[in-house]
């Protein structure tokens, strides 16, 4: 469930429910009042992670630190809906994901907005606040 890479240990506040099939590696720090479903994945290995007060991480979900940041940031409250594929470099505050959405490299999700089910966002697209996009590539709606 929780692993060490390269001497970083997960670091998961107490009141966070983690499920027993889900699998946290490396430089990953998560807040208060969260949950992590079955068989996500959050993956701290490339860039350390750091996910904020009730952030909820479906079942299935992936969270991978990449692309050219140095830091990946996810703020409060977000939401990241079954089976999303997660390689952003800052989501901010009250963000929906919808299920099976791809995050891709580099993108920004700015606080408020939606991504709809199975949407794609692009490497390096910024997602502007209170904004709802959706659709392969991921255009306002």
């Given at each position: ?60 979900v ?5 692309g ?63 904004t ?10």
């Amino acid at each position: 469930m929780f692993y060490s890479y390269n001497g970083k240990a997960p670091v998961i506040d107490k009141s966070t429910f983690v499920s027993d099939t889900a699998v946290i590696i490396g430089d990953v720090v998560m807040g208060p009042n969260g949950y992590v479903g079955p068989n996500a994945v959050i993956r701290g290995d490339f860039l350390p992670i750091r996910l904020g007060e009730q952030v909820v991480v479906e079942d299935g979900v992936i969270v991978h630190a990449g692309g050219r940041g140095t830091i990946v940031t996810v703020g409060d409250r977000v939401t990241m809906g079954h089976g999303a594929i997660v390689h952003a470099i800052r989501i901010g505050n009250d963000v929906g994901i919808g299920m099976g959405a791809i995050i891709s490299l580099n993108s920004d999700l700015g606080d408020g907005c939606i991504i709809a089910e199975g949407a794609l966002v692009r490497n390096g697209q910024k997602v502007e606040p209170n904004t709802l996009v959706g659709g392969i590539p991921a255009k306002e709606l």
